[in-house]
Nanobody, 117 residues
Framework: QVQLVESGGGLVQTGGSLRLSCAAS????????RGWYRQAPEKEREMVAT???????NYADSVKGRFTISRDNAKNTVYLQMNSLKPEDTAVYYC???????????WGKGTLVNVSS
């Protein structure tokens, strides 16, 4: 069992920054990928950024150059630094951890990011 708790969401103006955190607890054995997804109203959930145990990162084209994913292994926490925020970044952001190619997948409850103009 794995539990994920996101924090750091809130209201921010266009051009501002937020840092999301995802703290994991429980049995993380086998997990090799961590990431952030987001879902805006009436839109599909989309990948924002991922990071593997080896440190490889991937980003959605819409956030490249603005968002940075990182992790602190000692704290078992993954972060998403979001800079130069735009109204289109408004969404519920979800933390996800999983093992690639396996039915080992956990989601957090989400944290709301609201970017105002």
């Amino acid at each position: 069992q794995v539990q994920l708790v996101e924090s750091g969401g809130g209201l921010v103006q266009t051009g501002g920054s937020l840092r999301l955190s995802c703290a994991a607890s429980g049995n993380m054995f086998g997990i090799n990928t961590r990431g952030w997804y987001r879902q805006a109203p009436e839109k599909e959930r989309e990948m924002v950024a991922t990071i593997t145990s080896g440190g490889s990162t991937n980003y959605a084209d819409s956030v490249k150059g603005r968002f940075t994913i990182s992790r602190d292994n000692a704290k078992n926490t993954v972060y998403l630094q979001m800079n130069s925020l735009k109204p289109e970044d408004t969404a519920v952001y979800y933390c996800r951890v999983w093992r690639s190619g396996y039915a080992l997948n956990y989601w957090g409850k989400g944290t709301l990011v609201n970017v105002s103009s």
